[in-house]
DNA sequence: GTGAAAGCGCTAACAT
DNA sequence: ATGTTAGCGCTTTCAC
């Protein structure tokens, strides 16, 4: 494995020189710094990280803490946070809570706090109280994406005022029969966002003088096909329907969807839809929805992580509110019999 | 930060019996392990991967090269790997290349050749000559999982036979105008798999006597959406309509489902559907597939590069097959006019 | 069973 | 603009 010294002896110049030319460093003339680039390329020389880590403390390396990879707004979050790590030559350690067992004492432990990263980001979840100090403990710039928790920087859209947002859209239409995809996902990794999304839900009934119907809060566990049993099960019911759903993300709105036309209802005809998220399928589906960012959400948050490092522009000890808008497709109408 | 002095100092032993304690290697007394164990715990110390990186020239980090981390194999690939290093107590650097603005040579270039890792899976993906002599040329060991390459390792299934056997259950249900759903990734990252999926395909025509038609080789580029709106587009047309689909992977055939169903279709009664994979969704949709494992087919990869490491049982030179069986529901029947 | 000491391959402070 | 040198915090001989 070819070294700093190899490098060295080849350009002719001290270690030192060529640590410098290649970081980038000043104070080393353009026309030496060529000519060990030049050298360092056919030698295929690329610094030990471990090496240049022990020496300089930095690793060059962010961790990333997600309850799960196999749901679009973790993945879409990975990416963006990705990119922006991409630029600043930075490695993304992934830390995965959900792998099917998953022993998440042992991400917390063992493998967060082995010093291998130089910041943290964190996709909505729940820590324990132990957790959150563990993780504050180690000192690193530290962010969360998505659901807030106390104590913790974060960048997320207001839950509770979307969901409520997204309720008044189908209120505003008509509806006073609506129900409540909610449920939290499998793995109980996040608590608070459909707590909020449920209370933004309420909120808007409330305001309208609308009852809440307990028997129309569904469980769709942040999941499309849950959501599909969940309402397939609903339209199941003799009795009431409802003229509307609202549902908490989009793979659930898609399920509701897909339930409906399971029951050979048209939607919106028969029952209107809307979530939250604007997912990849969601146009597909004509799903309205109250769309977020999360490609951009995690960028921003791997950005101000960089500039925590570097003492950059970004750099910030507050939380970040994120946008979300309202997309209006043709899965919702007023109901018919208005 | 606490290190290895503290704890040594604490425990009133010498670092190198802290380090030989800690990581559980022999000579060292019981009594003294667990004294020593019990002041690391206190004192919170973990050891600095980078310093024990370069002293021992192990990372304990693998990484994994992905195409994308937004479709189903990929993640469920990923998901095996880290659980297989979640046990083996390694680290996972990801590195995504399809991140928009991804610049696919720095990550080859800069990150990978960092020698932050120890060991290498590449998930189904082509590589340029020269990216694939990088590769190599770092002396890690390295497997990929999905799509062979020349001169790589891999574990995969036999993507020609495989997408043989779907149509062969087709044709087996006595369809003869089977139209084929294919087409390359968007990143066109992944030549192979469709090129041997079509080839499959072909053969069972062949085989079976049937002329294949171009106007039914479609592309849905592994995408959901984008295969309902060729399916859509396909079932818009005048004159002779297939009897069934073949999809090369289960997003494609779901999206065919979808697009039968917008034009009021039935499957399996006007349209037979199958495809690759056994996605998720697939069972809600009825979907008959041929199913493989990509999360065992991960576990399996990450376990044989820890093994090739370590010299363990499970370390090869040679690829293995991994095993694919045909799922039969609901999307396929006999044609009508039978 | 335990300790002393020599690196591992860099970076950074200080010289020149 | 470039070189010298002292670590960074471990692991790994080699002694004892």
Redesign the interface.
């Known amino acids: ?1 070819t070294s700093i010294d190899d490098v060295a002896r080849v350009s002719g110049v001290s270690i030192a020189t060529v640590s410098r030319a290649l970081r980038g460093l000043p104070n080393v003339s353009e026309e030496t710094r060529a000519r060990i680039r030049r050298h360092a390329d056919e030698l ?1 020389y ?6 240049s ?2 020496a300089s403390g930095r ?1 060059h ?1 962010m961790g990333v803490v997600a309850p799960s ?2 749901r ?1 707004f973790y ?2 979050v ?2 963006g946070i ?2 922006a790590l ?1 630029e600043a ?1 930075h ?6 809570l ?6 998440r004492a ?2 917390f ?3 967060i ?4 990263t130089d910041a943290l980001i964190a996709l909505c979840l729940d820590f324990t109280a132990d957790e959150r100090e563990q993780l504050l ?1 180690i ?1 690193h710039p530290m962010i969360m994406i998505g659901g807030p928790v106390r104590g913790i920087r974060h960048i997320g859209i207001d839950e509770r005022a979307v969901a409520r947002e997204a309720t008044e859209h189908l209120i505003r239409l008509g509806h006073r029969d609506i129900a409540h995809l909610g449920g939290e996902d499998d793995e109980g990794l996040n608590r608070v966002v459909p707590r909020d999304r449920r209370l933004g839900f309420l909120d808007a009934l409330g305001a309208a003088g609308i009852e809440s119907r307990t028997e129309w809060m569904l469980s769709g566990r942040f999941s ?2 849950a959501s ?1 049993d969940a309402v397939n099960e609903l339209l199941d019911r003799p009795g009431a329907r409802p003229t509307a759903i609202f549902a908490n993300c989009d793979e659930m709105g898609i399920g509701a969807i ?1 339930a409906a ?1 399971d029951h050979g209802l048209s939607v919106p005809g028969d029952l209107s839809v809307i979530g939250i998220d604007n997912h ?2 969601s ?2 589906f004509g799903l309205t929805t109250m769309a977020q960012d999360p ?1 951009e959400q995690g960028r921003l948050g791997a950005r101000i992580l960089l500039d925590d490092l570097t003492g950059g522009p970004l750099s910030r000890k507050t939380s970040i509110r994120a946008e979300a808008r309202l997309i209006e497709r043709s899965s919702t109408a007023p109901p018919i019999h208005l």
């Open positions: 494995m295929g690329v610094a030990s990280s471990s090496a880590g022990l690793t390396a990879i196999s679009w993945t879409t990975i990416e990705d990119s991409r030559n490695d993304m350690i992934l830390y995965n959900a792998s099917r067992g998953g022993d042992r991400v432990h063992r493998s706090l082995r010093k291998r403990s000192g499309l096909t599909r897909l036309h990849d399928l146009a597909s490609y």
